[in-house]
């Protein structure tokens, strides 16, 4: 696959359009389909003004150009002849395999169709397929312009070739590949759930309010965001849901059980910024709760909840489902974590991580705070 090769994108919105936007600006022809003619405008619109803001500060040369590059369509016969479609619609099995049954009537056999699906399974999604081998996960972040990860998923139809084919075309397009199994929540919704739930546990359980738990995370942990500030940011329709899914998709493990405090929120329609309530209040005039600046306390929140993020970590990787390399790679370029989760295990000491861990298992004797084996193996120097 070269830049020649035309590529098309199911589905419009936040994530289809910014997926456009990489493709077309890395030279491929690219059409967009939706079946919503408002959402497909929409994107139109705003894809032509992004490219002459990118052209007006110099960093392309012609937005005119690139913009000729797409072709907008409400129809999917209009994908006939691509070499790659990548798909971003709604987050629902059924449609997402309905169209991907849709999608093989119309294109060739070599077409290698991909998901962007943030927490379906890409099995399930390729089984939908007559030739399963050609279907993929290509798990961008937002907005997919800017951030340089992406996840790849090989479905366990999956043919090798084709995720080889896959990475090598995501560097082309001057991102940051990471190969993952297709386990719930991949790499990052995977290891970054105790940053949100961990903190909400401590918050419900009134060990500290949520100002000081943000202010611990940022300022003794170097995180940009504490979590419920985070919370508030990504809107907790969307990471309640990403919780709830993963906790089902689990088993019900309790390491990733959701939170009441953040259900009632999503209940009660306030959903973070961007209807300006979430945890904290945006509205006008309103004053930020103010931080407890202890800093005893801020270390015992930090060691804790980092303890837990660095366990996840641990125990992805005992369970293969991605290199140390890549596991330290997502979380820094996908979610702009200060260290990779592993080298800071590293730093610290899996000895001290596990006398975290092994101190709140013996406080609270739930499974959720059990260290993975290979955590222990590493305390003891046996990894
Ligand atoms: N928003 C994120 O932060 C994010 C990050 C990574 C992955 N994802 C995943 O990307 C996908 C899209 O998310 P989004 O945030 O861009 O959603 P969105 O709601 O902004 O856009 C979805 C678009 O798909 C269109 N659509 C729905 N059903 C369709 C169909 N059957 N055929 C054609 N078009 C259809 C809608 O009209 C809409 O324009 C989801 O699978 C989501 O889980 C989202």
Request: with cysteine; hydrophobic share 45%.
């Amino acid at each position: 696959m070269n830049n020649e090769s035309k590529i098309g994108i199911v589905g419009s919105g936040a994530m289809g359009a910014g997926i456009a936007q990489v493709a077309a600006m890395a030279g491929h022809a690219v059409v967009v389909y939706d079946n919503n003619m408002q959402a497909l405008q929409r994107a139109e619109k705003s894809l032509e003004a992004t490219l002459k803001k990118l052209e007006d500060k110099g960093k392309i040369d012609s937005a005119a150009e690139i913009f000729s590059r797409f072709r907008f369509s409400d129809q999917m016969a209009d994908f006939a002849g691509c070499a790659l479609i990548i798909e971003a619609i709604v987050e629902k099995l059924e449609v997402k395999k309905a169209v991907f049954a849709e999608l093989e009537k119309i294109v060739d056999e070599v077409c290698v169709l991909a998901t962007n699906t943030s927490s379906l399974s890409v099995t399930s999604i390729a089984a939908a397929c007559q030739k399963p081998d050609r279907v993929i996960g290509l798990h961008f972040f937002n907005p997919a312009p800017l951030m340089a990860l992406v996840e790849v998923i090989p479905a366990l139809q999956t043919n090798g070739a084709r995720t080889a084919e896959m990475k090598s075309l995501m560097l082309q397009w001057k991102k940051i590949p990471v190969l993952t199994k297709d386990t719930p929540g991949f790499i990052v919704n995977r290891l970054a759930r105790p940053f949100y739930g961990e903190a909400l546990r401590i918050y419900e359980e009134g060990i500290a309010d949520m100002a000081t738990i943000d202010w611990a995370m940022t300022e003794l942990g170097g995180f940009r965001m504490g979590p419920f500030t985070l919370m508030d940011y990504i809107g907790h329709d969307v990471n309640y849901v990403v919780t709830e899914t993963v906790f089902q998709s689990f088993f019900f493990d309790p390491r990733y059980k959701p939170s009441f405090s953040q259900k009632r929120l999503l209940e009660a329609g306030w959903l973070g910024r961007k209807s300006g309530r979430g945890f904290y209040s945006y509205q006008e005039g309103a004053e930020m709760p103010q931080p407890e600046k202890n800093t005893e306390l801020g270390h015992r929140i930090y060691n804790r909840i980092l303890a837990m993020l660095i366990n996840e970590a641990v125990d992805a990787l005992h369970l293969n489902i991605a290199s140390a390399e890549d596991l330290d790679l997502a979380m820094t370029k996908g979610v702009n974590y200060p260290k990779g989760l592993l080298q800071w295990c590293e730093e610290i000491g899996a000895a001290s991580v596990l006398q975290t861990l092994d101190a709140l298992y013996s406080d609270y004797h739930e499974d959720r705070y059990r260290a993975s084996v290979l955590l222990r193996k590493m305390a003891a120097g046996r990894s």
